[in-house]
């Protein structure tokens, strides 16, 4: 996951005008940059250019070796120095001529500079200025070189710049690198349960053909067959189990985790409480010890971390001890992921304790019981609103310190509807994307929307990989 600020370098605040009597041979203007992940994304959003040379992922099978920046980037910088720094504002560009000398690579520390060369009148008495454009890395070494020919500003003219537009370049990355962690890992057997419409049965192939998972489709076979044909999905490899319906296939998938053919369950196009209706059978079901719990993984382009929200699919009401099992399996899930000691954020719709909200007692108890050594491996904190449990000056203006305000990995909503509720406001409102996964059962649970991203569904397989082994 990745958010991108609004001014991507120190931005200008007060603009001058040079006008063509004001201009001297060998006056010159210069900006240092670093060529980041950043700068390439919205110049490939901008340009519509998406050569694979660009970016980490095409890299490896470019003359490069290593992505490299857009040579035109440069000649943005230059851009940006004519209408900038000199002449300035009003300057119109006649004539730009580029040489690129060696390429741009990702994280160059790199100063463009404009100097005034010539200045001349034509003929017909227009003013032209010429100025010499280099660009050259840390080490000095030139990397573009060239001239433009620019009408300078008709008048001199000092003013305030205009403020940037805020934008957000939004990215998954956190997500795929949950895939990515998994690269070396044996693909996981998986019963895929009644994969009977395009989602659910692209998004086996999918998790199939990145070595996530080995899909087992448990569902009407004849049905299946004919839904990847109709979509062009090449199903060959994978071993089907005919299911006559939802609630047989549930108990037939179910049964494969039981036996250990398979390991690991995962949703297809039936609903959640069919297929968890078999998972939580007390007879031939998937219980253990532990109690079972849905666990949210979400990228926030606003967050610089994944954010673990729960339980927003299995537990509806949980009282505090309720709380307290689902809290220890999202902490195993955080250690799984790398964060050694998670920080958990207990939510509530207000940061003190009173009586008449049970969510703050909740977070109460479940603070001491912390303190007590009852919950065990994370830092706890809570009651917290949601504005300050998220926002580290929001807890702050509050008088609230807190390990965890502002830098949570996890965090507890008081119950299903307001987690479940959370997570889609998030998705929808603010771009984040979310994987899934039920923890507690004697196999990890892949649960699956029609609404969720190619990442984010590949991004439950990595889950439950990474769960198996572990």
Known sequence: MTVLPSALHKPITKLTSLTYDELAIGQCASVSRILTQTDINLFATMSGNVD????????????????VGYGMWAGALFSGLLGTRLPGPGTIYHKQNLKFLAPIPLGAHVTASVTVAAKKVTPKGRHLVELDCTLVDQTGKLLVEGSATVIPPLQHLDQDAQSLPDLQFI?????????????????????VIYPCDRTSLEGACDGARLGLI?????GPQDRIIALARENGLDISA?????????????????????????????????????????????????????????????????????LLITDGVVNIFPNADDKAHIIQNAIGLANVLGVETPKVGILSAIET????????????????????????????????????????????TKGIKSQVAGDPDILLAPDLASANMLVKQLSFLSHADAAGIVLGAAVPVILTSRADSLSARLASCA????????
């Open 171 to 191: 990215a998954h990355d956190q997500l795929e690198i949950l895939t990515a962690k998994c690269a070396d890992l044996d693909p996981l057997p998986t019963a």
């Open 238 to 306: 994978f071993r089907l189990i005919d299911a006559r319906h939802e609630k047989d296939a549930a108990a037939k998938g179910v049964a494969l985790a039981k036996a250990g053919d398979v390991g690991a369950v995962m949703k297809g196009s039936l609903h959640t409480d069919e297929l968890m209706a078999a998972v939580v059978r007390r007879d031939g079901g998937l219980r253990t010890y532990r109690r079972i719990s849905h666990v949210f993984v979400v990228s926030v382009p606003t967050y610089p971390k994944p």
């Open 353 to 396: 304790v009173n009586p008449k909200i049970i969510s703050t007692v909740d977070a109460a108890i479940l603070c001491k019981m912390a303190e007590r050594g009852q919950i065990k491996g994370a830092i706890l904190d809570g009651p917290l609103a949601f504005d300050n449990a998220i926002s580290k000056e929001a807890a702050l």
């Open 214 to 218: 080995k899909p087992v489709l448990v």
């Open 463 to 470: 889950l439950a990989v990474l769960l198996s082994n572990n």
């Open 52 to 67: 694979p040379l660009h970016f980490r992922e095409g890299a490896g099978n470019a003359v490069f070796h290593q992505p």
